[in-house]
């Protein structure tokens, strides 16, 4: 593009920004596995995904955690990074800087300008859903999963995020299915 890098970034940007966003819950719910443990009928806890090892007592399994854990930083580091951008939002949209708009449209154009900020509250929202297995107590991990879609339901009828009226009202309708479901 004869050197004019920069000038494409926005795009680079929103193209990456949107692969993260599509792979969020997956990458959490996969580095936060070697937490969730299964109690066995001898007393002993295993991983969920691998039933040959033992929870916290092998040091493959505290490997396994370390590694987990080192790899959680990325998405609560993208996370971090989606919160600075949307704290720039106001200023940069007085300025009126497209250029920043159209680099992390990823995190924008989905929601009405009024709640800009909504895209957080989705991965929020997610990264707590991916996070609930992880707590050992069934009933614990349902009550935590109806918690988060009844606020989700309340936040999306009281706030009407979305542009369209029709997505409002499916996401609406799908989260309250999931809620009935879970119940």
Not at 163 to 176: E, F, G, K, L, Y
Request: hydrophobic residues 50%; glycine residues 6%; charged residues 15%.
């Amino acid at each position: 593009h004869g050197g004019r890098f920069q000038e494409r970034m926005p795009s680079l940007i929103c193209g990456v920004g949107s692969v993260f966003l599509v792979f969020y819950i997956s990458v959490v719910s996969t580095v936060v596995a070697p937490l969730q443990c299964l109690s066995n009928p001898n007393g002993k806890a295993t991983t969920r995904d691998y039933q040959s090892v033992v929870c916290w007592e092998t040091d493959e399994h505290r490997g396994m955690v370390i590694l987990g854990l080192v790899a959680l930083l990325a998405p609560l580091s993208f996370l971090t990074w989606c919160a600075v951008v949307v704290s720039k939002f106001p200023e940069k949209m007085a300025m009126g800087d497209t250029v920043f708009l159209r680099g992390y449209a990823f995190l924008f154009v989905r929601y009405r300008v009024e709640v800009y900020w909504y895209g957080l509250v989705h991965m929020a929202r997610s990264l707590l859903m991916a996070l609930a297995p992880i707590i050992p107590n069934i009933i614990a991990q349902i009550l935590i999963v109806q918690v988060i879609l009844i606020m989700q339901v309340i936040a999306n009828a009281k706030l009407n995020p979305w542009r369209d009226t029709h997505v409002n009202n499916a996401d609406t309708i799908a989260t309250t299915a999931v809620l009935v479901f879970t119940c």
